[in-house]
Every structure is written in structure tokens, then in C-alpha cells.
Nanobody, 132 residues
Framework: DVQLQASGGGLVQAGGSLRLSCSAS????????IGWFRQAPREERTGVSC????????FYADSVKGRFTVSSDHATNTVYLQMNDLKPEDTSVYYC?????????????????????????WGQGTQVTVSS
């Protein structure tokens, strides 16, 4: 069974930092890209970042470039999202998800990483609240 567990959310003041963790079991990072999404109340779930070690790429939404950094630790099967200079508009529930990489999807990852329906497995969310 594939399981993803997101953690690390919390309450932080604007300008502060948090590090989210996504612990994965039942899959190999060689075969999956791991994405981070967020969803605020009454809004759509949107892609924040994605990492694929097999493709050798990381991706970021424009709104978080320069502030967020995604990384992975193969030894612990954990993906991290380091979030710096947090803003009130970053307040959301954050989810991690796994996208199974075929040859075709590896080539298209730059285009599809933001598409939630492309992901095969989802973890539960973790709340991030940034106060002004």
C-alpha cells in the first residue's frame, strides 16, 4: 500500500519559516514525482512545487519561487518543503501527492506537475496559517 503523510504545518507570523515533511511508504522516488499542493477555503487546490529525482527536476509555482525549496531524502523516503518569508496569502491546507512516472509522463512533467488529477496518491493535509 502506498501511503503519504504530510506534517509540519502550524501557525507562524509573516516573514517566518516552516518546513513541511511528506513521509512516503510503499513507493520508490525513482518511480514517482512528489508534488505539494495547497487549498484555501472556497478555493481550488493548486500546485506549489514538485520534485522528481529520476527526471532530475524541481518545479515551483511563480507565487513561491525564491521563497520555497523542495528536497528529498531517499534514505528516509521523505520529501521536504522549506517555506521561507511566509506571507498571509500562503495560508492554506498543504497536501503532498505522488505521480507515477511513465516514460511519457517523465517527458511531460514540466507541463503536468501542477495538474492534481495526474497524481495517483494523496496524503492528508497539514494546515499552515500565516498571521500578518
Amino acid at each position: 500500500d502506498v501511503q503519504l503523510q504530510a506534517s509540519g504545518g502550524g501557525l507562524v507570523q509573516a516573514g517566518g519559516s516552516l518546513r513541511l515533511s511528506c513521509s512516503a511508504s510503499g513507493l520508490s522516488f525513482d518511480d514517482y514525482a512528489i508534488g505539494w499542493f495547497r487549498q484555501a477555503p472556497r478555493e481550488e487546490r493548486t500546485g506549489v512545487s514538485c520534485i522528481s529525482t529520476s527526471v532530475g527536476r524541481t518545479f515551483y509555482a511563480d507565487s513561491v519561487k525564491g521563497r520555497f525549496t523542495v528536497s528529498s531524502d531517499h534514505a528516509t523516503n521523505t520529501v521536504y518543503l522549506q517555506m521561507n518569508d511566509l506571507k498571509p496569502e500562503d495560508t492554506s491546507v498543504y497536501y503532498c501527492a505522488a505521480l507515477r512516472l511513465s516514460t511519457r509522463k517523465s517527458l511531460l512533467l514540466v507541463h503536468i506537475w501542477k495538474l492534481s488529477y495526474e497524481y495517483n496518491y494523496w496524503g492528508q493535509g497539514t494546515q499552515v496559517t500565516v498571521s500578518s
